[in-house]
């Protein structure tokens, strides 16, 4: 990985700085951008079971969770996909997206493996189709963003669709 964030085989000019502005027609299809990574800590699945509610004993009791086939304690799903939303947006090349970025308008994910307390995941994002809408000012962008763990295992696979502004006409 590049100190800019972006991944092995990522030209200097497909990554995008801060003082860039992106539109839908400049993202780099194709192009994957690695975050750096960022350890689950026993506060993270703590504050997160308060603030969801969610205190399902597979996340908060360790004695139950030791019995089931997971061994111990594991990350709530939508911990592990908030974290990764979060490592995402410090990517450059979504700083530079930000002021254009619509909304989101789907996500789709596959939990394929569990992550512990302890754990440290990085994501994988990479642009992978764009179509304009018939308005033909905004488009939808898809993202695979693959969230993996400190031993290279595919924890999570998510498809995000954004709603991106297309570039205005000169002079506007």
């Known amino acids: 990985m590049s100190a800019d964030g972006a991944g092995a085989g990522v030209s200097a000019s497909a ?6 502005r992106l539109y839908f027609g400049d993202l780099p299809l194709e192009k994957t951008f690695v ?20 205190f399902n004993s597979l996340h908060v009791d360790e004695t139950f969770a030791a019995s089931t086939p997971f061994g111990g304690r594991i990350a709530h799903g939508l911990l592990v996909l908030s974290i990764a939303s979060g490592l995402s947006t410090r990517l450059p090349v979504l700083h530079a997206l930000q002021p254009s970025l619509l909304g989101m308008t789907e996500v789709t994910c596959h939990w394929l493996a569990p992550v512990r307390i302890g754990d440290t995941v990085r994501v994988e994002l990479t642009f992978t189709a ?28 998510s498809q995000w669709t954004l709603l991106v502004a297309t570039r205005p006409p000169a002079g506007e």
Do not use: H, K, M, P
């Open 35 to 54: 975050t750096s990574g960022r350890t689950i800590t026993e506060a993270d699945v703590v504050a997160f079971a308060g603030l969801s509610g969610d």
């Open 15 to 20: 990554s995008a700085s801060q003082s860039e």
């Open 130 to 157: 764009a179509q304009l809408t018939r308005s033909g000012t905004r488009g939808r962008v898809t993202e695979r963003r693959v969230v993996l763990n400190q031993d290279d295992v595919t924890v999570l696979d």
